[in-house]
């Protein structure tokens, strides 16, 4: 192990137990304690779509419907064993990914074939036609229960498997950049014609960073199900894919550390301004983002973070 | 006499009503060094787009090293031994010169996600062959100062350069060269038809070259093959091709003489 290797390790676990500690003596309070949570969720989901846009360059706007997909699998499956056994949780995370994966691979097999942006389109579809299957669930499987929400989730989800979890997705995506399979598949953001011509499989490329990049997605949903203990429909329409976009374009499309930053920060901003803001102008909140982006897209272009990278996200 | 590497017969490519290639056959042995010249708007790309693959051929056979590849993907037939440059660079912008140099040694990696995800031994023997290979061939074309800039900054002549080593870095058997000289004055045409005998020699390739431009082919080539409109109109020694009346007017228009 290399001593930035050794660094890094001491400095994560440094940050886990002070958030550990701030959080069991309630400095932190449940309420920002899940805030903290959703910040590192968010995290995860926008770390895979940015695998698959930042990196790939393949404009998909499914993402939501896939944290829907990984949401409402690990809610099933851990309501119907009915237990409150924390690894349920982890079965529940395996189940989302392999859901997820499974039917990233279906749609994007022969879409992924095709250049330029009929992903979009298609996984626009693909999240309109899973709301309305999420929305109308409770016809085949009550306890899904439609447009009128689930309940009755086990809150099994904190900071420690958040954190965990958090950190593994960036090891993997950090370790798969920095490869000759990252350089593929960036490669195929920078023309994929010439990646074609000096022998990259494109199609191959592009279904393995979108399927990864949705099992993300998934892994990130089973997370969600358990903190609200709540799921509805609402929360996996194609508006939040969008916030997802938001956050990755915001951060830097293709800079990790960009990502985890303004995921972070989108999720804190929405909810402190819940707190600062007097009622009145409460809903204004909701402005201030397309305000940020035109602002950001002016002026840097590249995201806040574009082309930027902590030194221990970097390959060697 | 050397045997036949790539065999191309009755090649004709159609959009639409337009014969963009028509019923073009070639024979290139190995180790030959042919240029493809023809006016603007003759079809040398598009016999380049068939050859690689890009696109997929109205009728006809395309045999390399024996066998058939019209049909193949892109990436299948390059990673059978066929590079290309193209007539308008395309490099990866963004990236480093030394990364737009590993990204072509691509097929030639073994390491598996696997590996890739847990960082083996395997994988930081192989990531360090790999960078080790691409700094080796970068030291060649003098481009072992730039390793760490992103290609788009580097100036026109190195990014050309650039492209060259890259399709030089897949160990190719035919290499395509699309224009090479475009947007060179003299004396940048000089050194890069050097480097073209060079790493002819070096690298034991097979060359098919296109240019617009009479001069350059004259130098290097044994052969020269002439299009227009899609067809071959001559083929031979470069000297025979230039005096050649149908070449003549290809390039300069009929000749027509007025009496006075």
Redo the contacts between chains.
């Keep these: 192990m290399s001593n930035r290797t050794v660094k890094t390790i001491i400095m994560v676990i440094a940050v886990y137990i002070v958030l550990f500690i701030l959080i069991k003596f309630s400095i932190i309070n449940p309420y920002w304690h899940q805030i903290l949570c959703y910040a590192g969720i968010m995290a995860i989901q926008a770390l895979g779509l940015n695998l698959i846009y930042g990196y790939t360059g393949q404009f998909s706007l499914g993402q939501a419907a896939f944290y829907g997909i990984g949401a409402y699998l690990s809610a099933y499956i851990s309501k119907t064993i009915h237990t409150t056994n924390p690894l349920i949780l982890i079965l529940g995370i395996i189940a989302g990914a392999i859901l997820s994966g499974i039917v990233a691979l279906l749609i994007g097999l022969p879409i992924l074939r095709l250049r330029s942006d009929y992903l979009g389109i298609a996984t626009l579809g693909f999240g309109i036609i899973m709301k309305i299957i999420f929305d109308n669930a409770d016809a085949v499987i009550p306890s899904l229960g439609g447009s009128r929400g689930m309940t009755g989730i086990p809150r099994l989800t904190n900071f420690t498997w958040v954190f965990t979890v958090f950190v593994l997705a960036v090891l993997?995506i950090r370790?798969?950049i920095n490869?000759?399979?990252?350089?593929?598949l960036?490669?195929i953001r920078?023309?994929e014609?010439?990646?074609?011509?000096?022998?990259?499989?494109?199609t191959k490329y592009k279904t393995l960073g979108f399927v990864i990049g949705c099992i993300y997605a998934g892994v990130a949903g089973a997370l969600y199900a358990h903190l609200y203990s709540f799921l509805h429909p609402a929360n996996f329409d194609f508006l939040k894919s969008i916030d997802v976009m938001l956050i990755i374009v915001l951060g830097g499309l293709g800079s990790i550390s960009g990502t985890i930053i303004t995921a972070i920060a989108w999720a804190f901003l929405l909810e402190g301004l819940r707190v600062v803001l007097p009622e009145a102008i409460l809903d204004w909140r909701l402005v201030i983002y397309p305000l940020i982006l035109i602002i950001i897209m002016l002026v840097r272009p590249r995201g806040i973070f574009g082309g930027m990278e902590f030194k221990f996200l970097k390959s060697d | 006499m050397s045997p036949s590497i790539l065999e191309i017969k009755n090649l004709t490519k159609d959009f639409g009503g337009l014969k963009a290639v028509n019923n073009f056959s070639l024979s290139l042995n190995e180790g030959e060094l042919v240029g493809l010249i023809g006016p603007n708007g003759a079809g040398k790309t598009t016999v380049f787009n068939l050859i690689t693959g890009m696109y997929l051929p109205s009728a006809g056979s395309i045999k390399f090293q024996g066998r058939e590849i019209s049909g193949l993907k892109p990436h299948k037939i390059a990673q059978m031994g066929i590079s290309r440059t193209f007539q308008n660079i395309r490099l990866f912008p963004e990236l480093t010169v030394l990364d737009n140099v590993r990204i072509a040694h691509h097929y030639h990696t073994h390491c598996g996600l696997f590996h890739t995800l847990f960082r083996t031994k395997a994988f930081h023997q192989e990531e360090k062959e790999l960078t080790q290979k691409a700094k080796e061939f970068l030291a060649i074309f003098g481009l072992e100062g730039r390793l760490n800039e992103k290609s788009k900054n580097l100036p026109y002549g190195e990014q050309r350069r650039l492209e060259i080593v890259r399709a030089l870095t897949s160990a190719p058997k035919l290499l395509l060269l699309d224009e090479p000289a475009a947007g060179m004055n003299p004396f940048e045409v000089g050194r890069l038809l050097e480097l073209i005998a060079f790493i002819r020699e070096r690298f034991r390739l097979t060359i098919l070259l296109i240019e617009h431009q009479m001069r350059v082919v004259m130098g290097i080539c044994e052969r020269v093959v002439v299009m227009d409109f899609g067809e071959i109109i001559a083929c031979g020694m470069p000297e025979a091709v230039q005096n050649d009346p149908k070449v003549i007017e290809a390039y300069l228009g009929k000749r027509t003489t007025v009496y006075g």
């Design positions: 993997v370790n798969l490869s000759s399979i990252g350089r593929a960036v490669s920078e023309d014609i010439a990646a074609e011509a000096v022998g990259i499989d494109t």
